[in-house]
C-alpha cells in the first residue's frame, strides 16, 4: 500500500496560480486512481480532480474546470495539481488520495489512501 504526501501549499492572492503535489512511496503507484479533495472550515469534504492510471483521462469538479489541471508522472510517483485563477472560495485543506477499485471518482469512500493534507488560503 501507498503512502501519501502532500506539499505546495500556501497563502496566495485570488487570481495567483500554486502548484500541489502528492509523493507516493511504494512500486504500486502506477495501480492506483489518483485524485485530490478538498474541505473547507466548515464544509464537507470535496471531489476536486481525479486522474486514471496511465494519465491519460482526468475528472474535474465543475467549480474547478478550466482553472485546475490534474496530472501524473508514474517515473516519479507523483500527482499533481496546478490551480490556475484561485479564488477565495478555493480556501481549504487540500488532500491527495489514491485508491485501487474506484468505480465513481467523486466518491471518497472508493479510497483506499489519504495524505495528511496541505493548506490552501486565497486572499481577496
Known amino acids: 500500500q501507498v503512502q501519501l504526501v502532500e506539499s505546495g501549499g500556501g497563502l496566495v492572492q485570488a487570481g495567483d496560480s500554486l502548484a500541489l503535489s502528492c509523493a507516493a512511496s511504494?512500486?504500486?503507484?502506477?495501480?492506483?486512481?489518483m485524485s485530490w479533495f478538498r474541505r473547507a472550515p466548515g464544509k464537507e469534504r470535496e471531489f476536486v480532480a481525479a486522474?486514471?492510471?496511465?494519465?491519460?483521462?482526468?475528472w474535474h469538479a465543475d467549480s474547478v474546470k478550466g482553472r485546475f489541471t490534474i496530472s501524473r508522472d508514474n517515473a516519479k510517483n507523483t500527482v499533481y495539481l496546478l490551480m490556475n485563477d484561485l479564488k477565495p472560495e478555493d480556501t481549504a485543506v487540500y488532500y491527495c488520495?489514491?485508491?485501487?477499485?474506484?468505480?465513481?471518482?467523486?466518491?471518497?469512500?472508493?479510497?483506499?489512501?489519504w495524505g495528511q493534507g496541505t493548506q490552501v488560503t486565497v486572499s481577496s
Open positions: 488520495a489514491a485508491g485501487r477499485r474506484v468505480r465513481a471518482v467523486s466518491r471518497s469512500e472508493e479510497y483506499d489512501v
Open positions: 486522474v486514471n492510471l496511465s494519465g491519460g483521462s482526468t
Open positions: 511504494g512500486r504500486t503507484f502506477s495501480m492506483y486512481i
